[in-house]
Nanobody
Framework: EVQLVESGGGLVQAGGSLRLSCAAS????????IGWFRQAPGKEREGVSC????????HYADSVKGRFTFSTDNAKNTMYLQLNNLRPEDTAVYYC???????????????????????WGKGTLVTVSS
């Protein structure tokens, strides 16, 4: 059984930083997509950053480029999202998600089509005050 558990959310002032973690278990495949998504109140879920095994490149939404960084620690089966220079519009519940193979497209495609992901964590709330 695949389990994803996020942590690291909280309340931060604009300009501040947070690091989100997602501990994964039960997910072992050479073909995969891993990603971070977010959903603000009243808005649709959107992709923040995704990596697909097809190219191994972290793709970012335009709104977070240069501020957020996606990384992984394979030994710990954990993925991270470093959030810097946070803005009030970054306020949302942040989710990690994974998809098993086959992987036909780049991470950018799967970030744009969040419904293609197979497993989701329960989310962690990030609130940015102005």
């Amino acid at each position: 059984e695949v389990q994803l558990v996020e942590s690291g959310g909280g309340l931060v002032q604009a300009g501040g930083s947070l690091r989100l973690s997602c501990a994964a278990s039960g997910f072992t495949t050479d073909d995969y997509v891993i990603g971070w998504f977010r959903q603000a109140p009243g808005k649709e879920r959107e992709g923040v950053s995704c990596i697909a095994s097809s190219d191994g490149i972290a793709h970012y939404a335009d709104s977070v480029k240069g501020r957020f960084t996606f990384s992984t620690d394979n030994a710990k089966n954990t993925m991270y999202l470093q959030l810097n220079n946070l803005r009030p519009e970054d306020t949302a519940v942040y989710y990690c998600a994974v998809r098993g193979g086959p992987v036909l497209y780049s991470g950018n495609y799967y970030c744009l089509h969040y419904y293609g992901m197979d497993y989701w964590g329960k989310g962690t709330l990030v609130t940015v005050s102005s």
